[in-house]
């Protein structure tokens, strides 16, 4: 079984600024994904990114990119040019094959105009 | 479809009653997810198929909650004699086998909300 922590309840960041969102995760398998979703006030939970641990390369989406430090467990996401649209909650996520999707426990962003 | 149907968006019911919720997978996603998301909460899993089967059930939180899946496709989460700890949104989710085996997508969820 897996473990994800986001130790950031709520984080805010200006219009057109850089924000960081931190997550550590857990697991006892090799071979696992890693991902960011982002939860508007519309409930639906949408995907922003991911990476495949066995990927040395960090993923990047646009204004999107993750920081992961395999051996640190650590998969933070940077959010670029941050736009009011971004405004959600934001969940990180790990799973291996076969199994469950892990989520931490969210943290709640707010762009400031 | 073109996405995880999910009826009904919103169900009121009074404590005692039994209610059913449905989730219509991708079409040809053999494997389907239910959560559970209470106010202001992250996911709680709650079960996982894998075809018509169901090789981890164990985060259904008692007996009164169980959930079938039939033809590999649409899925039933049904609890009985609703309890209001149970008022939460239910959120299911499907994905493909093979290459994106482990991506999620997820349909915009139940409201439950039980009196």
């Known amino acids: 079984a897996q473990t994800v922590t986001q130790s950031q309840p709520e984080m805010s960041v200006q219009e057109a600024e850089t924000v960081t969102l931190s997550c550590t995760y857990d697991?006892?398998?090799?071979?696992?994904?890693l991902f960011w979703y982002k939860q508007p006030p519309s409930r639906q939970m949408i995907l922003v990114i991911r990476q495949e641990a066995y990927k040395q390369q960090n993923a990047t989406e646009n204004r999107f990119s993750v920081n992961f430090q395999k051996a640190a467990k650590s998969f933070s996401l940077k959010i670029s040019d941050s736009q009011l649209g971004d405004a959600a909650m934001y969940f990180c996520a790990c799973k291996t094959s076969g199994s469950r999707l892990t989520f931490g426990e969210g943290t709640q962003l707010t762009v400031n105009p | 479809g073109a996405g995880v149907s999910q009826s009904p968006s919103n169900k009121v019911t009074e404590k005692g009653k039994d209610v059913e919720l449905r989730c219509d997978p991708i079409s040809g996603h053999t494997a389907l997810y239910w959560y559970r998301q209470s106010l202001g909460q992250g996911l709680e899993f709650l079960i996982y198929?894998?075809?018509?089967?169901?090789?981890?059930k164990s985060g259904l939180p008692s007996d009164r909650f169980s959930a079938e899946r039939t033809g590999g496709s649409v899925s039933t989460l049904t609890i009985q004699r609703t309890q209001q700890e149970d008022s939460a949104v239910y959120l299911c989710?499907?994905?493909?086998?093979?290459?994106?085996?482990?991506?999620?997508?997820f349909g915009a969820g139940s409201r439950l909300t039980v009196l």
């Open positions: 198929f894998q075809g018509n089967s169901a090789p981890d």
């Open positions: 697991t006892s398998e090799s071979d696992y994904y």
């Open positions: 989710a499907s994905s493909r086998s093979g290459l994106g085996a482990n991506v999620l997508t």
